[in-house]
């Protein structure tokens, strides 16, 4: 058996590969090795969650963003963005629409934006939960302190979405400005998890400046932090940034890693993300058949979706909630899979 294919079989039965192992793997898989590791992560998937997908609505609900990360378009220095915020009633609104096309979990996802405080976030986490009891609540609205965490927890949010984005300093600097550091992202997620809630990490594949052994460590930190979900998708640039004439990440390489990190943490929560669907027009459904077990298609009010673009191109802004809704089933029914109405929690094994 090729050295490839024994390091598969390593990470198969949950053996941790060393940096040097993982680096032989990434340089040296050929697409028979890559077939065969799609095919290994898809079986871990289904032995755990059987033929289901998990759905997450995701709320936009706000594109105004203090910082200024070199690869995202909606960070403050891009002047061309229209800035939105959605009242508590419209959130409450997309929560309505979504909780009835079978949605219970609801994302919130927002740049940085100052002008919510922590008493505003409160009260539209226990507005939610007092209206859907039954859903859970997943907070996207990066760094905040060890204090507003816990208050937000201890209000009902479950789960917390904080892409680490990558794991060494010195590309960490090199796609954020220096006000903002690893250490601090880190420490973010360690609270986190510290407090309880399901934490999702993840990095962005292809993104500029980063390297096979950039991605190894990405790959040891998730294993030392071992959150219960992962999104990672490719690097796509927007043209109003900094990175707008870097190339996108691969279809290929996302792939992998979602495999890889499906054998790593065999019960993670791993999305077929957006941006996998743009760069590929079945990419989700690729996602799902490397392993992948969660879509988080959009709720956002179709008025604001196309000013929420972190990256050019992206899919479904047109589409209504239910539009997305139907072409999901749709999609995941054609490649075997169900998409199923439940709060789709972490389970540990
Ligand atoms: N391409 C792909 N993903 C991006 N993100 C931000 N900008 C881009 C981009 N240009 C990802 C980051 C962030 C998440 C919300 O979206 O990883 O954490
Ligand atoms: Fe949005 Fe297909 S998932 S239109």
Redesign the pocket.
């Given at each position: 058996m090729t050295v490839t294919r024994e390091l598969i079989n390593k990470l198969k039965v949950q053996e941790v590969l060393t940096k040097d192992e993982f680096i032989y793997l990434l340089e040296r898989m050929t697409k028979e090795d890559s077939e065969v590791l799609h095919e290994e992560a898809k079986k871990t998937a289904q032995r755990i969650f059987n033929n289901k997908i998990y759905t997450r609505g995701l709320i936009e609900f706000t594109n105004y963003c203090k910082n200024d990360?070199y690869?995202?378009?909606i960070r403050k220095s891009n002047l061309c963005v229209e800035r939105y915020r959605l009242t508590e009633e419209e959130i409450l609104d997309c929560c309505r629409v979504g909780y009835h096309l079978g949605f219970r979990t609801f994302v919130l996802?927002g740049g940085e934006d100052g002008r919510y405080s922590d008493e505003d976030i409160l009260r539209i986490i226990k507005s939610i939960k007092l209206l859907y009891p039954d859903c859970a609540i997943t907070l996207?609205i990066g760094e905040k302190s060890h204090e507003s965490y816990l208050c937000f927890y201890e209000a009902g949010a479950d789960r917390y979405l904080l892409?680490h984005?990558t794991a060494n300093v010195s590309h960490y600097g090199k796609l954020h400005p220096e006000n903002l550091s690893l250490a601090n992202r880190k420490q973010c997620l360690w609270d986190l998890k510290k407090i309880g809630y399901q934490v999702g990490a993840?990095?962005?594949v292809g993104s500029p400046y980063q390297t096979k052994e950039n991605i190894v460590e990405d790959l040891l930190f998730l294993k030392d932090l071992s959150p219960q979900m992962v999104?990672i998708?490719?690097?796509?640039?927007?043209h109003d940034?900094p990175?707008a004439t870097y190339q996108a990440g691969t279809l290929e390489q996302t792939l992998d890693l979602i495999s890889i990190l499906r054998l790593m943490i065999p019960n993670a929560l791993l999305p077929a993300t957006t941006?996998l669907g743009t760069i590929d027009k079945t990419g989700r459904e690729k996602g799902i058949l490397a392993g992948a077990n969660v879509v988080m298609p959009n709720l956002s009010p179709t008025g604001v979706r196309k000013k929420y673009a972190?990256?050019d191109n992206k899919i479904c802004t047109g589409d209504e909630a239910a539009e997305c809704r139907a072409c999901l089933d749709r999609r995941i029914a054609n490649i075997g899979y169900q998409l199923v109405v439940d709060r789709g929690d972490f389970k540990p094994i």
């Open positions: 990360c690869y995202c378009g996802q996207s892409r984005e993840g990095f962005m999104g998708g490719p690097f796509i640039p927007h940034t990175f941006a972190l990256y």
